[in-house]
């Protein structure tokens, strides 16, 4: 039973469109993350969710919106997306203030636009 | 502000070598620090931790031990194999900053045969 798991594994698209990344953990944690990182592996965090509400969203365009249904689901939808956004896109999820516990990440979803 | 700085990659050892890679911080509280390893393709998987000075988290031979008056949290393993190639992360937590963590850039391991 995977803990974090994130849909589609890749995502081949154009510019322009619209699209989304879905994560579900079935690890019983309050906080999910999404994370970008790029060809060089840098990871930058984009947003936090604790219990469906958001607490950190560092400067990210607004053309992507975080939406989180429940404290187990937390998506990603991207509008009008552009060549930079080709990246590896990262949900996490966390219990525990601080971070104490680590981070749980998914595998992971690759977009590539075209 | 808080960071955490590691050695820069990539890095290339024999089979049986020692490791080391230096991981440094930068933080304004007592931060809980952390390993991370990627493996191709697959996403990032906790290592190790340690939560306060002077602990030592290990892990699959691997070691960091956290150092307060030197501010680092060194990976070491004393004999690395080729299944260790993956990119290793080091990152901090501090409390009440909403549970965000800071990743260091990683630095790439391969191990040659």
């Known amino acids: 039973d995977t803990a974090v798991s994130q849909t589609p594994k890749y995502l081949v698209t154009q510019m322009g469109n619209d699209k989304s990344i879905k994560c579900e953990q079935n690890?019983?944690?309050?906080?999910m993350y999404w994370y970008k990182q790029d060809s060089k592996k840098f990871l930058k965090i984009m947003f936090s969710?604790?219990?469906?509400?958001?607490?950190i969203n560092e400067t990210v365009p607004n053309r992507f919106s975080p939406k989180s249904p429940d404290k187990a689901h937390l998506n990603l939808h991207i509008n009008s997306l552009e060549l930079g956004d080709s990246a590896v896109y990262f949900c996490?999820?966390?219990?525990?203030?601080?971070?104490?516990?680590?981070?749980?990440f998914g595998s992971g979803t690759r977009l590539t636009v075209v | 502000g808080d960071s955490v700085t590691q050695m820069e990659g990539p890095v290339t050892l024999s089979e049986e070598a020692f490791l080391t890679i230096n991981c440094t911080y930068t933080?304004?509280?007592?931060?809980?620090l952390f390993w991370y390893v990627q493996y191709p393709g697959e996403g990032l998987q906790l290592l190790l931790k340690a939560t306060k000075a002077d602990d030592k988290g290990s892990n699959k031979g691997f070691e960091a031990t956290y150092r307060k008056e030197t501010t680092s949290f060194h990976l070491e393993k004393g004999s690395v194999q080729v299944s260790d190639s993956a990119v290793y992360f080091c990152?901090?937590?501090?409390?009440?900053?909403?549970?965000?963590?800071?990743f260091g850039t990683g630095t790439s391991l391969t191990v040659i045969p």
């Open positions: 690890l019983g944690h309050d906080t």
């Open positions: 996490a999820s966390s219990q525990g203030a601080g971070g104490n516990y680590g981070y749980t």
């Open positions: 933080a304004t509280g007592y931060p809980s």
């Open positions: 990152a901090l937590s501090l409390p009440n900053t909403g549970n965000q963590f800071y």
């Open positions: 969710y604790n219990n469906k509400e958001l607490i």
